[in-house]
């Protein structure tokens, strides 16, 4: 079944909104996991606006050997303050998996993938090191994208696409052009021996017509629109929904 990885960025939004520690991130993943999620993702900034370096350390010891363990970010992104940097914190805490996004501060949350011609020299070294701490390594990349069997090359094991102009379709009622982009994606990266994931606005209503027209979706990423039905239905009850559909 593909994996339920569970993004824990708008608890933490939530919180820092208030200052303190409620709602608790770590309660939060508890009831995902106990829910039946495989994995909870994170995607620290160096602003800190959600998720923060010591939310990192915390959820690593608490998922260690339960579930995997997901960090998003920018690799290039400089420290700043508290925050060490992308591949510091892999250094630290050695999550399965890293997914590198090239994002910059100025952006509300991604919206975008990676060149992966222009940015396979810059993104070797990187590949190279996370590989080097037994982290799995996924780069985010957009519907259409092309330059599977370089990342292959260099040792990139994942793919994860980027939903949002199919979530966005989806809801206009014009969703077949952009789904099969993204199976077609989903095919050459799988043909270049990369297994797929995929993340961004998927949701309880768009997440199985996606699911169906990609075999062997290895993982989804949710968090905003989980965690927005979550408001409505409980947290538990809204990751069960979600594992029904992809069952």
């Known amino acids: 079944m593909t994996l339920l990885s569970v993004n824990l960025n708008k608890i933490a939004v939530l919180r820092n909104s208030r200052g303190g520690d409620e709602p608790d991130i770590l309660r939060a993943a508890h009831t995902c996991i106990d829910a039946g999620c495989g994995g909870i993702t994170v995607h620290p900034r160096p602003d800190q606006r959600h998720v923060r370096p010591g939310d990192v350390r915390a959820l690593a010891t608490l998922l260690r050997g339960r579930v995997e363990y997901n960090i998003e970010g920018n ?26 996004v090239p994002d910059s501060d100025g952006q509300i949350t991604s919206d975008h993938g ?67 982009r993204c199976a077609d994606t989903a095919r050459r990266a799988q043909h270049a021996g990369l297994a797929v994931n995929a993340g961004h606005d998927l949701s309880q209503a768009n997440l199985g017509t996606f699911k169906a027209a990609i075999p062997g979706l290895a993982e989804v990423s949710i968090g905003h629109a989980l965690i927005g039905e979550a408001l409505y239905e409980g947290l538990a009850a809204t990751v069960r929904n979600y594992l029904q559909i992809l069952r």
């Open 114 to 180: 990676f060149d992966l011609a222009r940015d396979i020299d810059l993104l070797r070294p990187i590949v190279a090191e996370l590989r080097d701490l037994g982290c799995r390594v996924s780069v985010f990349v957009d519907a259409g994208a092309s330059g599977f069997e370089s990342v292959a090359a260099i040792g990139v094991q994942r793919i994860e696409i980027y939903t949002g102009p199919y979530a966005h379709a989806f809801a206009e009622g014009r969703v077949q052009e952009e789904l099969e």
């Open 75 to 100: 690799p290039f992104a400089p420290p700043r303050g508290e925050y060490p940097g992308l591949i510091a914190l892999a250094r630290e805490v050695r999550p399965t998996q890293v997914t590198l």
